[in-house]
């Protein structure tokens, strides 16, 4: 599963992106110093990993990973090929969710591609481009599927009957997110590939005097977020990639110093995950503790089957019991003594923290 990180030229991408993954993108002051998208995996905290290490006195603790994706600056006119506008939003087709970093603080020393901040205008010019691009990608779906639906196609006329629904929403200006879609028109949708149906979450990038307070340029990307039902992050992607640079425990002194609970990357990587559906299943034992990925919704087999196939294929129980009991409890001996943990079957719908282990036939 990947994030795009996208967003105008000059907004701090590249900086945010190395500071998510230390992976040292190249960044500078002119627009289009990344071409080719970078590409970088990055750890998903989870604090529940550390203390189930301690209480098995674990070798290795494994968390769950997302990749992100560092893509071009956008501009005015990408989606009719200015600034190397296709070729970009080719990439933002690729990923499945979209992170769009909005640039909210004043540096005289770095230039904005339209000469001063103002959020609402920027958000406005990369969702206006997206949508023209899929005003673009859908009318030729649309004529595609026509003739099979003039012909009785059942399932061509009903593509068309969405598809033009489609078309209207987002010739209002609308992304394709903001519609209202059932599970299979969502899948209909998902099919063709639009830019503005893929989640997205807005990243405010503001700077080190704007931690910890709201002004009118946060405000701003917040109240956008909050109109299209999307997530919104502020953060200072310059102070970020600065603590990236600590030992741990020059960071610890730091959170303490200026009583952060929370760094801001790990909010953001954590508000990701949720925004491309995801959650985390774990196992624990002596040799490893582990956070396994599956999609919100997944059923006991499946959640085996992210394990390897055969765990899928061969199943018969999973023993859960939720990482909350567990602690509670001091262990999983304890847990089973107390009668938390649980035998369940196939239909059952895995949830997030649950601690599994798997019973299988070969």
């Known amino acids: 599963m990947k994030l795009g990180i996208v967003g105008l030229p000059n907004v701090g991408k590249s900086t945010l992106f190395n500071a998510l993954t230390k992976a040292g993108a190249q960044s500078a002051n002119y627009p289009f110093c990344t071409i080719e ?43 009719q090929g200015e600034g190397l506008g296709n070729k970009f939003l080719s990439h933002i087709r690729e990923v499945d969710a979209i992170l769009h970093v909005v640039r909210c603080f004043e540096n005289s020393n770095i230039i904005h591609v339209d000469g001063a901040i103002n959020p609402k205008r920027d958000i406005e010019t990369i969702n206006l481009e997206l949508i023209l691009s899929d005003i673009e990608s859908i009318t030729k779906q649309i004529a595609r599927v026509e003739k099979s639906a003039r012909a009785g196609d059942k399932a061509a006329k009903t593509q068309l009957e969405l598809f033009t629904l489609v078309l209207e929403h987002l010739k209002k200006g609308l992304p394709v997110r903001s519609m209202k879609l059932n599970e299979e028109e969502q899948k209909m949708v998902k099919e063709a590939f639009l830019l503005t149906a893929k989640p997205t979450l807005y990243v405010a990038n503001i700077s080190q005097e704007q931690m910890n307070k709201d002004d009118e340029y946060t405000q701003a990307v917040r109240d956008i977020a909050n109109s299209e039902g999307a997530e919104y992050v502020p953060i200072c992607a310059d102070i970020e990639t600065e603590l990236t640079q600590l030992d741990a425990d020059e960071l610890e002194e730091y959170k303490k110093e200026f009583g952060i609970k929370e760094l801001g990357l790990n909010r953001l990587i954590k508000a990701s995950y949720k925004l491309l559906g995801l959650i985390s299943y774990l196992t624990a034992g002596e040799k490893e503790v582990r956070a396994w990925t599956i999609k919100k919704g997944t059923k006991a087999p499946g959640a085996a089957g992210v394990i390897h196939t055969d765990f899928e294929r061969g199943f018969i129980k999973a023993e859960v019991v939720s990482y909350g009991t567990l602690v509670a409890c001091g262990g999983y001996l304890q847990a089973k003594e107390a009668g938390k943990v649980r035998m369940e079957g196939k239909d059952y719908v895995v949830q997030d923290g649950d601690v599994m282990l798997f019973r299988f036939n070969v």
């Open 37 to 79: 998208p970078n590409v970088g995996m990055v750890c998903v905290p989870d604090e529940r990993l550390e203390v189930l290490g301690k209480m098995y006195s674990t070798q290795k603790i494994t968390p769950a990973t997302i990749e992100f994706v560092d893509i071009a600056g956008l501009v005015k006119g990408a989606s």
